[in-house]
């Protein structure tokens, strides 16, 4: 006996279809019904946009194409514009980013992506390490609804330019955005409202990388809740952090330039130590821009950054009396770094993600396993 049809199944679950198999269901009056329920239900929640959406990502299905836009929580019109209607109130955000000769189009968007948030209390710190000839002061609007400080600096590497920023910044919160990124237009909005219903004095929430063009996927970075141990494996938080500033000035307001490569790493690291409440946000509100100099597209842009984040992590679990160290694992690939802390007589081992190479005596995380 075939089974039924699960109408009933997300509309985000990838499963196979087939232009036939899509026809077959069309002729059951049952499904028909079903589905013309369901649409109604989504035009009068959602909206034509949100039931768009589903249309075209269930065509595309049963042509074999998987749009990544369904699963990455793109706001809709709608929403953003309730948002903007809400005027929502809250504490200032700054939004750091260090430049160095940034492309124009990368610039321009980014900017564009700050200007344009639903939430209007931000301030957007550009500190500008870039060559003379290709500095983009020009290229900043007259009015903004928030305010943008602007600063030419000697390049002093990405951590001392980065800890500039912090001594720039006036909001009561501090975002980290590189100068070659792009976040939701809904991402502050989130970060506050999460601020304003918890008491967070650190958020972050998940992400996707994109091409360098913005139209093809790379991946999605959809997070964990805080995990202590994981983030002593690999800096799976990245972007987007948003924290306080006591917070921040509790930990250090600086980036250290002996850990340029994997310098927020070891913030977030120090951060995260000194926190009162973390909180994850589960939804995407960060496009990583995968490039030719970006370790979005792979750590063989900038390999010095392993070396980098062992230095950072083995200086968070060192401490007066301790016995404890780190290593990177040299089975173990760029981005799927394993890591060893040994404590005593035990050992444990901490993985990011599956290696490439065959390691089957490592399952993909270990944490805390005593050998």
């Known amino acids: ?9 997300p509309a985000d679950l990838a499963v196979q279809d087939s232009v036939g198999g899509m026809a077959k269901r069309l002729l059951n009056p049952a499904h028909l019904r079903d589905l013309a329920k369901r649409g109604a239900a989504t035009l009068h929640e959602q909206g034509a946009e949100q039931l768009w959406r589903d249309v075209k990502f269930r065509v595309g299905l049963a042509l074999h194409h998987d749009d990544w836009r369904h699963r990455a929580d793109i706001p809709l019109k709608r929403e953003l514009k309730a948002q903007r209607a809400a005027n929502l109130q809250g504490p200032k955000i700054s939004i750091i980013v260090p430049l160095y000769n940034t492309p124009a189009k990368f610039f321009d968007e980014m900017l564009r992506s700050v ?4 939430y209007q209390n931000w301030e957007l710190v550009l500190v500008d390490a870039s060559d003379p000839d290709k500095r983009l002061e020009s290229r900043l609007p007259k009015a903004v609804p928030g305010t943008i400080v602007y600063e030419p600096v000697e390049n002093g590497g990405i951590a001392a330019n980065t800890t500039r920023g912090f001594e720039m910044a006036h909001g009561d919160y501090i975002a980290l955005l590189d100068h070659d990124d792009v976040l939701y237009l809904n991402a502050l909005f989130e970060v506050v409202q999460t601020i304003q219903n918890t008491g967070a004095d650190f958020v972050y929430s998940d992400e996707i990388v994109l091409s360098a063009d913005l139209k093809e996927l790379g991946g999605y970075h959809f997070k964990p809740d805080f995990a202590p141990d994981y983030l002593r494996g690999v800096n ?13 000035d509790a930990a250090g307001a600086y980036e250290s330039k002996e850990f340029d490569g994997a310098q927020d790493h ?5 951060l995260t130590e000194k926190a009162q409440r973390i909180e994850h946000i589960k939804k995407v509100l960060y496009i990583w821009r995968g490039h030719a100099g970006s370790t979005a597209a792979g750590m063989e842009a900038k390999p010095y950054a392993i070396a980098a984040g062992e230095r950072a992590i083995d200086a968070a679990v060192t401490s007066p009396g301790s016995n404890a160290w780190m290593r990177c694992l040299p089975r173990f690939v760029p981005l799927s770094m394993a890591w060893r802390r ?12 599956q ?15 005593q050998i």
């Not at 200007?115 to 639903?118: G, P």
Request: proline share 7%.
């Open 236 to 248: 799976f938080i990245t972007h987007l952090a948003v924290f306080s500033r006591p917070l921040l």
């Open 1 to 9: 006996m075939s089974e039924k049809p699960n109408n009933e199944r």
């Open 355 to 369: 290696p490439k190479e065959d390691t089957s005596s490592f399952p993909s995380v270990l944490s805390g396993l």
């Open 342 to 353: 040994v404590q005593a007589n035990s050992m444990s081992a901490v993985s990011a993600e």
């Open 115 to 118: 200007t344009r948030q639903t």
């Open 266 to 270: 070891d913030l977030i690291l120090r």
